[in-house]
């Protein structure tokens, strides 16, 4: 047979994210300095940046692997919560945080195993459970965790034992955790196992008969979701000072997802993006609180009828020829 | 080494009341391209995902390569050297054929790999697609998409499910050629209605009828066979 010589480049890496990463890292890093003349919008951008780490870990297992998981924020919670009650007995922020990580991570696996039965709608509709449960935990193991009243004055980590970091040095913590994370997703979604996650969430029978063990990958996905999760929430408590089963719950969820998804799940940036525009609105609206709601469930409509695939999704949908929304199947399963 | 590759003892298989396959034996040797044939319903799909770890059957047992692989996972039946194409045509459709590839592969950087996808590519003549949307390709070439990712995992039995499926007849040509040459790279389970097919590949034709074996044997005697004659290839089915 004579060789097709049109197309030779038959190399299967993929491309890389440099120069958007490059920019990223500057923005994140300057960002704490532009603003330091002024207090609250120094605050409302570290806030940013943890959820900039919670959406990359939703869009790990969202974007990535298709799962939905609507249990972020109690994971956050369970790490936030663990922090706080090793630091209060005396351990050191910087020990505890892989503690809590850790902690977020194992509850994770555990809380996803729903995730190996349940499909689509009915797993989602079941972390939504999870979530619920999670919160009420919060409220009635008062003993650890304070309760409804929530545990204040939380102070901020010292470094090396001496005074506790100024607000400025904590906002470095946060970009460089922000940009930490959209690091290890870049370097997970181009390796094997980003490949394999992403075959996951395409067709799961086809990726077992592959050779992908979609158990042991889709437990993978969570220990890792979890994580950044986890480490979002034990940088959460001490910055906001102030923790209650209400800083973890659904609506806090709901809100992690709605960045991914507006922002446009399974691309790296998407989600970052929609973390940068998202985060700060609930700031920004604090006065408006009831209009905040609403404008949030229309949003969430909005996303789910007109941008399925959020906003990177459609500046992608452009450049690429036709390529249907994620949750249609390419091929008609049953056709013959 | 063992002659024999794919032994299936006393396989039975029930949906609720209905019984898919009622206590099939089979044995596939090394290099023996094996057909099975049958109207719609008679099992052979059902046994197709027995053997691929697909549905647990009720009783009976499946041994790959020397190995009892009864009561195993999919994907560890795949690591195993076993692999199956469906009867509707699947791919990753959302990914390009290049990334399609890749996710076949254990490590996409490995020169040797890359290797054996660029012949395997150059063989089905599927490079040009590379870039594609695997969703966007015409029929054939997302078969063709199918086959190059199990061949690069270097399988030792290919199960197709209705290879020729909705091709056009100078497709089924094509495709004929492109099975006869897929011999020398792997052993080939192959169903089929399309009779062409058959008697150019298969060494031996099994004939499933409502889920029990009616005949097993070389093509030219089984397409000549009365019993199946009557009940199949005389039928609308075939």
């Known amino acids: 047979m004579t060789p097709v010589t049109e197309k030779k480049d038959l190399s299967l890496l993929a491309k890389g994210h440099g120069l958007p990463l490059a920019c990223f890292a500057v923005v994140a890093f300057a960002t704490p300095f532009l603003l330091s003349g002024n207090r609250y919008f120094a605050f409302v951008a570290g806030v940013t940046m943890i959820h900039i780490l919670w959406a990359s870990g939703m869009n790990l297992l969202y974007g990535y692997t298709g799962l939905m998981p609507l249990m972020i924020a109690g994971l956050a919670g369970i790490s936030a919560y663990t922090v706080v009650g090793l630091t209060a007995s005396g351990w050191s922020f910087w020990l505890a945080l892989p503690v809590g990580a850790l902690a977020a991570s194992i509850s994770g696996i555990i809380l996803g195993l729903p995730s190996l039965r349940l499909k689509g709608f009915y797993f989602t509709l079941c972390s939504l459970v999870i979530q619920t449960v999670v919160t009420l935990g919060f409220i009635y193991f008062s003993g650890l965790t304070n309760g409804d009243t929530g545990i204040s004055q939380i102070p901020l980590p010292s470094m090396g034992g001496g005074q506790p970091l100024s607000g400025l040095a904590y906002d470095l913590v946060l970009s460089a955790a922000a940009v930490i994370g959209v690091i290890v997703l870049i370097v997970i979604v181009k390796s094997t196992l980003g490949r394999r996650l992403i075959a996951i969430r395409e067709d799961d029978e086809l990726a077992g008969m592959l050779g992908i063990n979609v158990t042991g990958y889709k437990m993978i996905a969570f220990f890792i979701g979890s994580l950044f999760a986890g480490v979002g929430g034990a940088l959460y408590a001490p910055y906001i000072g102030f923790i209650s089963p209400r800083s973890f719950d659904v609506l806090i969820s709901m809100n992690i997802w709605l960045m991914v998804a507006f922002g446009g799940r399974g691309t790296i940036w998407g989600p970052v993006i929609g973390a940068i525009l998202l985060a700060p609105l609930s700031f920004l609206l604090q006065e408006y609180y009831t209009v905040k709601d609403i404008l949030y469930g229309l949003l969430i409509i909005a996303v789910i009828v007109l941008m399925p695939a959020g906003i990177a999704g459609g500046f992608l949908r452009k450049k690429k020829e036709s390529a249907p929304p994620l949750d249609v199947p390419a091929t008609p399963r049953g056709a013959k | 080494m063992n002659d024999i590759l794919l032994e299936v003892k006393a396989v039975s298989k029930r949906f609720g009341g209905v019984a898919a396959l009622k206590g099939i034996d089979l044995v596939q040797h090394r290099g023996e391209t ?53 009867q509707a045509v699947r791919v990753f459709g959302e990914l390009t054929v290049r990334e399609n590839v890749a996710t076949a592969l254990v490590d996409a950087r490995d020169a040797a790999s890359q290797e054996a996808v660029a012949e395997i590519a150059d063989w089905l003549r599927i490079t040009h697609r590379f870039d594609k949307p695997a969703g966007s390709l015409t029929l054939m070439e997302q078969r063709q998409v199918e086959l190059l990712m199990r061949l690069v995992q270097k399988p030792k039995l290919m199960m197709l499910d209705e290879p020729v499926g909705g091709l056009s007849s100078a497709e089924v040509r094509t495709m004929i050629g492109v099975l006869s040459e897929l011999k020398g790279r792997c052993t080939i389970f192959v169903i089929e209605h399309t009779m062409k097919v058959i008697r150019e590949l298969a060494d031996k034709v099994v004939v499933l009828m409502a889920g029990e074996k009616l005949a097993e044997g070389p093509p030219a005697q089984i397409l000549a066979d009365q019993r199946v004659i009557d009940k199949y290839l005389g039928t609308a089915d075939a």
């Not at chain 2, 719609?40 to 041994?63: A, D, L, R």
């Open chain 2, 34 to 86: 094996l057909g099975m044939i049958g109207p719609n319903g008679s099992g052979k799909t059902t046994f197709v995902n027995v053997i691929s770890g697909h549905t647990k059957p009720n009783s009976g047992t499946v041994s790959f390569d020397g190995r009892s692989v009864s009561g195993t996972n999919p994907f560890q039946i795949a690591k195993a050297g076993l692999t199956r194409t469906y």
